[in-house]
Structure formats: C-alpha cells, structure tokens
C-alpha cells in the first residue's frame, strides 16, 4: 500500500514562497506520474502542475512562470516550488502519484493547507 506524506504548507504573505514537499512509502514501482491538485473553498479540485517519469511537465495557466516542480525517483518525492504566490493560490494542496498503465491506480496525500495573506 502507497502512502503520501506532504508538508510544507502555511500561512505567507502576498509575493511570498513557499515549498511543498510530498514524500511516499511502500512501492511505487508502477507509478509514472507525480503532481499536485489543489481545492479552495466552494471550488472543485484542479490540477496545479505534474511531471511525468519522462520529465513532461503539466502547469495550470494560472500557475505558470510562478512555480515550478520536481521529482526525486530515488527518494520517492515530489516537490513543488511556489513562488510570487498570490491570495487565490489559498487552497489545500494535495499531491497526487498515478500510474498510466491498468489498472490506473492513484493515490493522494492527505492535504496541506496553503493561506496568502497580509
């Protein structure tokens, strides 16, 4: 069974950084895609960025030139810098490992909460 730990979340200030980590146990052999989604209040879950194992990335306009991720197969991470960060990037982040072959499995960390403000 996978386990998704994140941290790094909290509480910055408008134009501030901030780092997500997200660190597995158990094997993972199978997964190929590592991310992070994030959900603000009263909004559905999207998409922030993802990197697959052949480094193809994913970004959310809303994100890009802003923050960046990376990935350690050798440690099992995935981490997300945030920079310039801004009052509608407040959201609880989750980080996502998914496989892209059957039976498709993904699991998800259990959530870390990011708050912009002055």
Do not use: H
């Not at 009263?42 to 480094?55: P, W």
């Not at 197969?73 to 990037?89: C, F, R, W």
């Amino acid at each position: 069974q996978v386990q998704l730990v994140e941290s790094g979340g909290g509480l910055v200030q408008p134009g501030g950084s901030l780092r997500l980590s997200c660190a597995a146990s158990g094997s993972i052999f199978r997964i190929n895609t590592m991310g992070w989604y994030r959900q603000a209040p009263g909004k559905q879950r999207e998409l922030v960025a993802n990197m697959r194992s052949d480094g193809n990335t994913n970004f959310a306009d809303s994100v890009k030139d802003r923050f960046t991720i990376s990935r350690d197969n050798a440690k099992n991470t995935v981490t997300l810098q945030m920079n310039s960060l801004k009052p509608e990037d407040t959201a609880v982040y989750y980080c996502k490992f998914a496989a892209n072959r059957p039976p498709f499995e993904a699991y998800w960390g259990q959530g870390t909460q990011v708050t912009v403000s002055s």
